[in-house]
Every structure is written in structure tokens, then in C-alpha cells.
């Protein structure tokens, strides 16, 4: 979800520890929202390195689960973490510094490398345009398109898997993700790594998620068996 201060996860061991006071909790008691606060002069296609979170849509544990604090994919959290790292095999701008799927969401750290000169046109036709509000055009090669276009990817590649294994009559609990039945929340959440010391402390947060999955905020000891 579009966030600009926050880190999400561990009700104890976020990145920051212990030392946040009653007026920060209560800033962000609602983080997991879908609304959004992003930077409004933020060049979000500029270079920069994020933290960022995407979350299934009501928490689901739909990929996998955690076993000695370590992920256990099925096969829909094969299919989420072959198509994340086919994204970078895709898109040369971006590089990828860290990633850790999880039940029901991921986090990642990445950064964004612009061609040096850049004199791309928007991809969106002038009738598109017209009727959109500027807020909604997403700038090629830039975070949300990647984000937009790495969900669209999973959901594509999950909705095939499902074509392909699964029988409507015995499983109509198992139905296709659309519009209606999404598979992601609709946004997701962004923070902007401005120090070292800050990167590194998110990379640790990152690698130890599994292993303090059952203090994370997005923690249900429910997960789906494909």
C-alpha cells in the first residue's frame, strides 16, 4: 500500500525496534490501508531505492506457509516468486536488492536505474489522457508500473494455473481472480530509503521475516493447499 514513513510487519520487530512513541503508533495504526500518501513531488521514475510491500487481497495465505522459520511455496508461491524474478530479467531499469515472499505478502527493497538520457513519451494515448486524472497516468519505468505490471503477471499466471488444474465442479470454492475477486489488494505499500543505515536495517528486517512470522501483523495460521 502507498506509504511514505512506515514499515510494515513484526508488531515487535519492524525496522526501528522499540523506540517509537504513542504519537507514531498512532499515525500509522491503519498502514495496512489501501489509501494512499504517496510523496506528491516525488519522481517516483527517478533513481531512487524503495522498501516495498505488496499484501493478498483480506491477508490471504495463499502462497505457501512458514515451517521452521522457513517459506514453504506451493505451487501458487512458485508461480509468485518465478514471476518476480523474471521481472528483472524484463525490466533493466530496476535492479533488485532484497525479497522475501511470505504467506500472504512480500517485501522487497529495490532501486531504480534510468537511462541516463530519457526522452520517452508517456505510453498513454491523448484520448486516455483527456479522460484521466493526471493522479492515475502511471509514468513508464516507473515503481508503480512495475508494481502494476509484476501483479498482473502473478494474477495471469495463477488464473492459468487454476484453468489447468483445477475442476469447477469439485472445487468452486476456487474461482479465477478478477476485478471482483482480486487476488492483490489494489495498492500497495512504498517507503524511500534515504540513509545506509536505514537500507541495512530494512535488508535485516527482510531477512529475518520468516523466521518471526508468527509476530507479524499479517500473521494467520491459515494457508491454502495447491
Not at 513508464?140 to 501483479?151: Q, R
Amino acid at each position: 500500500m502507498h506509504g511514505r514513513a512506515s514499515q510494515p510487519g513484526s508488531r515487535a520487530s519492524q525496522p526501528g525496534g522499540h523506540n517509537r512513541n504513542k504519537t507514531t503508533k498512532m499515525k500509522y495504526k491503519g498502514k495496512y490501508n489501501t489509501g494512499s500518501s504517496r510523496l506528491k513531488k516525488w519522481n517516483y521514475a527517478g533513481k531512487g531505492t524503495y522498501f516495498i510491500t505488496m499484501v493478498t487481497q483480506n491477508r490471504r495465505c495463499i502462497f505457501g506457509s512458514i515451517e521452521n522459520g522457513m517459506m514453504q511455496d506451493n505451487e501458487w508461491g512458485k508461480i509468485t516468486r518465478r514471476e518476480w524474478y523474471r521481472s528483472f530479467e524484463i525490466r533493466k531499469e530496476i535492479s533488485m536488492d532484497a525479497f522475501v515472499l511470505m504467506p500472504n505478502h512480500l517485501h522487497a527493497v529495490i532501486t531504480i536505474i534510468p537511462p541516463a538520457v530519457t526522452k520517452e513519451k508517456a505510453v498513454t494515448s491523448p484520448e486516455v489522457r483527456a479522460k484521466a486524472s493526471p493522479a492515475f497516468i502511471r509514468k513508464p519505468k516507473s515503481l508503480s508500473s512495475f508494481v502494476a505490471g509484476y501483479k498482473s503477471s502473478v494474477t495471469t499466471q495463477i488464473n492459468n494455473w487454476i484453468d489447468r488444474n483445477i475442476s469447477p465442479m469439485l472445487f468452486p470454492e476456487l474461482k479465477k481472480y478478477n476485478k471482483e475477486n482480486r487476488l492483490w489488494q489494489p495498492n500497495y505499500h512504498d517507503h524511500i530509503v534515504r540513509t545506509p543505515y536505514e537500507y541495512h536495517r530494512i535488508l535485516r528486517y527482510i531477512e529475518n521475516n520468516p523466521k518471526k512470522w508468527e509476530e507479524d501483523r499479517l500473521y494467520d495460521k491459515y494457508h491454502l493447499s495447491v
